[in-house]
């Protein structure tokens, strides 16, 4: 298989592959859980390490798993909009390496941030309530419950809810087309024109924003993207560093 840059292709074909990949995934998941009563999310969705269900292949599994119909969509599409500009140039090989780097990036982001958000408040609780979370929250949760209190039900939340979605990936792509794209025209909503440097930056300090406010009704994983788009930026700059020519 040829994935060297060759002539421009609009579907190339490491692309092509995770886009089949992640529809593979998608399609298997509902029919194991409604057929066989197997729910994959837990042994492919990224768990927090404190978690009875995490397993180290998480960190590249997670990538592969969507929580809906729309979730999946708007990463496909992104994957395909912004990849496929990024794979003719840099070429397969490179490509998936750049893909699976921020991917990786953004669950070590984000698992770091849940780790200190999990300090925080065991910080604020006592022993007997963090003892309570670990020894009974996990099944409690398993049974679409939560404890009460309000510490209790967030640290519950932090300890074993899974985190599903390429969007870590997909942010690197985005930042990776910024970078190499930096006044190419995106069109917001189909419609309003705004360069792609200008577009990066602006979603990239939404996310900083909305993961700082750590909204307790806001289940998106905006330190995840940010970790996409901050291992992208420093393999962009390693490559550029290190190489002549960085295409």
Same mark, same amino acid.
């Given at each position: 298989?040829?994935?060297?840059?060759?002539?421009?292709?609009?579907?190339p074909?490491?692309?092509?592959?995770?886009?089949?990949?992640?529809?593979l995934f998608?399609?298997?998941?509902?029919?194991?859980?409604?057929?066989f009563?197997?729910?994959?999310?837990q042994?492919?969705?990224?768990?927090?390490w404190?978690?009875?269900?995490?397993?180290?292949?998480?960190?590249?599994?997670?990538l592969?798993?969507?929580?809906?119909f729309?979730?999946?969509?708007?990463?496909?599409?992104?994957?395909?909009?912004?990849?496929?500009?990024l794979?003719?140039?840099?070429?397969? $090989?490179? +490509?998936?390496?750049? /893909?699976?780097?921020?991917? =990786?990036?953004?669950? %070590?982001?984000h698992?770091a941030?849940?780790?200190?958000?999990?300090?925080?408040?065991?910080?604020?609780m006592?022993?007997?309530?963090?003892?309570r979370?670990t020894?009974?929250?996990y099944?409690?949760?398993?049974?679409?419950?939560?404890?009460?209190?309000?510490?209790?039900?967030?640290?519950?939340?932090l300890y074993?809810t899974?985190?599903?979605?390429?969007?870590g990936a997909?942010?690197?792509?985005l930042?990776?087309f910024?970078m190499?794209?930096?006044?190419?025209?995106?069109?917001?909503?189909?419609?309003?024109?705004?360069?792609a $440097?200008? +577009?990066?930056?602006? /979603?990239?300090?939404?996310? =900083?924003?909305?993961? %700082?406010?750590?909204?307790?009704?806001d289940?998106?994983?905006?330190?995840a993207h940010?970790?996409?788009?901050?291992f992208?930026?420093?393999?962009?700059?390693?490559?550029?560093k290190n190489?002549?020519?960085?295409?």
């Amino acid at each position: 298989m040829n994935i060297q840059p060759t002539r421009f292709s609009y579907l190339p074909e490491i692309v092509k592959n995770l886009l089949i990949i992640n529809g593979l995934f998608f399609l298997g998941k509902y029919v194991l859980a409604s057929n066989f009563g197997i729910n994959l999310d837990q042994y492919l969705a990224l768990h927090n390490w404190e978690s009875p269900d995490f397993r180290p292949h998480q960190f590249v599994t997670h990538l592969f798993m969507h929580g809906s119909f729309s979730h999946i969509l708007f990463n496909m599409f992104a994957l395909w909009m912004f990849g496929n500009q990024l794979e003719n140039i840099w070429g397969g $090989k490179r +490509f998936l390496v750049y /893909y699976l780097i921020t991917g =990786l990036g953004a669950a %070590i982001l984000h698992l770091a941030v849940n780790q200190m958000q999990i300090s925080s408040l065991e910080a604020q609780m006592t022993l007997e309530q963090i003892n309570r979370v670990t020894a009974s929250g996990y099944d409690a949760l398993q049974n679409g419950q939560n404890f009460i209190d309000p510490l209790m039900g967030k640290l519950n939340l932090l300890y074993y809810t899974p985190t599903v979605g390429a969007s870590g990936a997909v942010f690197g792509l985005l930042l990776a087309f910024g970078m190499l794209f930096p006044n190419t025209l995106i069109y917001l909503y189909f419609a309003i024109p705004i360069k792609a $440097k200008y +577009f990066v930056a602006g /979603y990239g300090l939404v996310e =900083l924003w909305l993961g %700082i406010q750590n909204n307790a009704n806001d289940n998106v994983a905006h330190f995840a993207h940010l970790g996409g788009m901050l291992f992208g930026y420093l393999l962009i700059k390693y490559w550029r560093k290190n190489s002549q020519h960085f295409y």
